[in-house]
């Protein structure tokens, strides 16, 4: 049988080895939104405001904030800009946007 010594042994070196692996493997800070800030780019190119481009990356976002357990949802909002045509006319455009917004209950009491 193992001795007192070869059992701390043994359990160290286990101990190590089923935490290295973790320790390698942890994300750096930033990874998963550089991860979903390049899966928008790729998936939903020109997202201008008020184009379906844009309506569908806002719910795309929407979508990620909950499975995170965040409540999410897309609010809207009205804007206006100017147009210059190729004949240099300028007009007045309105557009309807999208914003994403997402709260999460904190555990901890607010303190003053």
Request: hydrophobic share 35%; proline share 5%.
């Amino acid at each position: 049988m193992f001795s007192a010594l070869r059992h701390r042994t043994a359990a160290l070196a286990l101990g190590v080895c089923f935490i290295l692996p973790v320790h390698a493997s942890s994300p750096k800070p930033g990874d998963f939104a550089n991860t979903q800030a390049r899966h928008i780019a790729t998936f939903f190119p020109g997202r201008m405001t008020g184009t379906p481009a844009e309506m569908l990356s806002a719910d795309y976002i929407r979508q990620q904030f909950q499975q995170m357990g965040y409540r999410s949802d897309v609010r809207t909002f009205n804007s206006r800009y100017i147009y210059t045509a190729r004949d240099n006319r300028k007009s007045w455009h309105n557009v309807t946007g999208s914003t994403v917004i997402a709260a999460h209950e904190g555990k901890a009491p607010q303190t003053s």
